[in-house]
Every structure is written in structure tokens, then in C-alpha cells.
T-cell receptor, first 110, second 118 residues
Framework: SQKIEQNSEALNIQEGKTATLTCNYT??????LQWYRQDPGRGPVFLLL?????KEKRKERLKVTFDTTLKQSLFHITASQPADSATYLC?????????FGSGTKLNVKP | GAVVSQHPSWVICKSGTSVKIECRSL??????MFWYRQFPKQSLMLMAT?????????EQGVEKDKFLINHASLTLSTLTVTSAHPEDSSFYIC??????????????FGAGTRLSVL
């Protein structure tokens, strides 16, 4: 069965630095991959989508890469701010099914 | 962007009672909605896919008689947890896709419902 791995340990960084989160997957060939932000007790909020034929996608301070050979996506937040502190989930999708990783908690310290 | 409203946000009930959770797409029509369950510090687990006007498609291991899903209109899906027990306590989240929108592959999530069964 498909497996999606995100670092379960929290990522602690200093304000202004670049945060990099990793999403690895096995036994799957997704048509596209998405990143979501989830705050405690809330539903996920969509951030970025990248398709299998795209290498990189940017949106303001966010950047996502997608390497289908390595089966890995990297999610970058540049010039991080304390308000960026949250759990970030990656989701793989094909046809009508979505599979989520367990998320990585990001703590940005002032 | 597309907005999904989920209600209630928090519910406490006694064991043996039924609880209904509503999921509405406010500014778009959703032919397909999804219901997830999430335990603390764990991933979202897809429970079922709700299809407007037809029966829901349940994931393996999810009891369809326990978790009743109704998708009577293009903007409303409901999840009813029947005869709830403490082990049903969890965070339930719905989502919907805007098939007429610019990007049909994005899921828009509700704020979630925290269910506590005493």
C-alpha cells in the first residue's frame, strides 16, 4: 500500500530563516501533490499544488519542488515569520483519491 | 476562494446517542465531498466519499451503518455517527472539490468537528 512520510519531529527555526519540510512517498505514482497548512483544532488550508510534470512551483514566500524519481517533495518557506508556525501536510492525489501525510509541525521563534 | 462550512464545531454527547455533522459548500456546487477522521498528531484518514444523489463510497474498515452519509443536494453533505461510543471520539473534517472552479484538484476543507462521547 502507499506510504507517505513526513518528519514527525517538530522543526524549530529562527524568524527570518528558510524552513524546509520534506515529504517522501513509496508505492505510489501521484498525478499531483499538494501542501496544506493546519492550525490546531482547524481544518487544513490549501497552499500549493504541483503536478507530476512540474519541477517547481512558487507562491509568494512559498516554494515547492517535486522529484518523481526520488519520490520526494520539498516545501520551503523563506523569510519565515512566527505566524508561519503550524503543521504542514502533504497530500498525494490520483484520480479521485487523496492520501495525506501525518504532517510536520513548524515552530518559528521570534 | 471556495468556502466550506462545517457545523457544529464541537459536540459532546452521551454514549448511545446519534450525532449529525453538516458540511456545506457556500459559494460553489460540490458534486463530491469527502469525510475524514483525524486522531491527535496523526494523518487525516479518509472515511468515505460522498456523491450527490447517490450512495457514498466507504473506505475499507469504515462501517457504513455506523457512519451514515447523505448528500442530498449539491451544497450539503451530512455525516451521522449512530449510537456513538467513546471510541468514536475524534476530529471529523469534511472537504469538497469545486469542479467548476479554476483548479478542480484542490480540496477545500471545513473547520472540523470535535466529537467527544462520554
Amino acid at each position: 500500500s502507499q506510504k507517505i512520510e513526513q518528519n514527525s519531529e517538530a522543526l524549530n527555526i529562527q524568524e527570518g530563516k528558510t524552513a524546509t519540510l520534506t515529504c517522501n512517498y513509496t508505492n505510489y505514482s501521484p498525478a499531483y501533490l499538494q501542501w496544506y497548512r493546519q492550525d490546531p483544532g482547524r481544518g487544513p488550508v490549501f497552499l500549493l499544488l504541483i503536478r507530476e510534470n512540474e519541477k517547481e512551483k512558487r507562491k509568494e514566500r512559498l516554494k515547492v519542488t517535486f522529484d518523481t524519481t526520488l519520490k520526494q517533495s520539498l516545501f520551503h518557506i523563506t523569510a519565515s515569520q512566527p505566524a508561519d508556525s503550524a503543521t504542514y501536510l502533504c497530500a498525494l492525489a490520483n484520480f479521485n483519491k487523496f492520501y495525506f501525510g501525518s504532517g510536520t509541525k513548524l515552530n518559528v521563534k521570534p | 476562494g471556495a468556502v466550506v462550512s462545517q457545523h457544529p464545531s464541537w459536540v459532546i454527547c452521551k454514549s448511545g446517542t446519534s450525532v449529525k455533522i453538516e458540511c456545506r459548500s457556500l459559494d460553489f456546487q460540490a458534486t463530491t465531498m469527502f469525510w475524514y477522521r483525524q486522531f491527535p498528531k496523526q494523518s487525516l484518514m479518509l472515511m468515505a466519499t460522498s456523491n450527490e444523489g447517490s450512495k457514498a463510497t466507504y473506505e475499507q474498515g469504515v462501517e457504513k451503518d455506523k457512519f451514515l452519509i447523505n448528500h442530498a443536494s449539491l451544497t450539503l453533505s451530512t455525516l451521522t455517527v449512530t449510537s456513538a461510543h467513546p471510541e468514536d471520539s475524534s476530529f471529523y473534517i469534511c472537504s469538497a472539490r469545486d469542479h467548476s472552479g479554476r483548479d478542480r484538484n484542490i480540496q477545500y476543507f471545513g473547520a472540523g468537528t470535535r466529537l467527544s462521547v462520554l
